[in-house]
T-cell receptor
Framework: RKEVEQDPGPFNVPEGATVAFNCTYS??????FFWYRQDCRKEPKLLMS???SGNEDGRFTAQLNRASQYISLLIRDSKLSDSATYLC?????????????FGTGTRLKVLA | NAGVTQTPKFRVLKTGQSMTLLCAQD?????MYWYRQDPGMGLRLIHY???????AKGEVPDGYNVSRLKKQNFLLGLESAAPSQTSVYFC????????????????FGPGTRLLVL
């Protein structure tokens, strides 16, 4: 089983739609969680960190469920510019060294 | 601030040739990383450094070497390139400790596309 798993998609949604992605992780001791966005042929960029209580940034909402070991990303009122690949990132500690583990990404296409 | 920069942006090598990829950051970050990204796979860690003069192996270190002689630079070397090393290489950096003791996010460079024939 992969340490971090995401549905690769693509998720094709019309403009204005609400779309949600999930990401599951296998290590119950994982400590920090992030969503990154990666545009085609570009570097990953931080979209938002994910906090235990859940957090919102404009149209984006991130949730963490430690009991079920998944994080989610909800995008409301989708824009064409939201089309990208969304990477789930989980950190864990091994012998004092933190590892950042990246999912393979979920591809989103927002259609006009 | 330029953030994280990488040179070159694109390179074609023949099997057996060597090259060095340069990563530079101007954010005074302690930690630096080299990843490779291949289709259908997540970013995989090659090597990383927790400070000037230190390096450590990541998930896929074979065929690569690194050096961190200056805090702002992290070099990735391929001594004898193989077609399996065709990939997109990303460098990243971060502060040692994030806010409230949490893990700081990583900042990525624009990537180097390497083709080994």
């Amino acid at each position: 089983r992969k340490e971090v798993e995401q549905d690769p998609g693509p998720f094709n949604v019309p403009e204005g739609a609400t779309v949600a992605f999930n990401c599951t992780y296998s290590n119950s001791a994982s400590q920090s969680f992030f969503w990154y966005r990666q545009d085609c042929r570009k570097e990953p960029k931080l979209l938002m960190s994910v906090y235990s209580s859940g957090n919102e940034d404009g149209r984006f909402t991130a949730q963490l469920n430690r009991a079920s070991q998944y994080i989610s990303l909800l995008i409301r009122d989708s824009k064409l510019s939201d089309s990208a690949t969304y990477l789930c990132v989980v950190t864990s500690s091994t012998s004092g060294t933190y590892k950042y583990i990246f999912g393979t990404g979920t591809r989103l296409k927002v259609l006009a | 601030n330029a953030g994280v920069t990488q040179t070159p942006k694109f390179r074609v090598l023949k099997t057996g040739q060597s090259m060095t990829l340069l990563c530079a950051q101007d954010m005074n970050h302690e930690y630096m990383y080299w990843y490779r990204q291949d289709p259908g796979m997540g970013l995989r860690l090659i090597h990383y450094s927790v400070g000037e003069g230190t390096t450590a192996k990541g998930e896929v270190p074979d065929g690569y070497n690194v050096s961190r002689l200056k805090k702002q630079n992290f070099l990735l070397g391929l001594e004898s390139a193989a077609p399996s090393q065709t990939s997109v290489y990303f460098c990243a950096s971060r502060h040692q400790q994030g806010l409230a003791g949490g893990q700081e996010t990583q900042y990525f460079g624009p990537g180097t596309r390497l083709l080994v024939l």
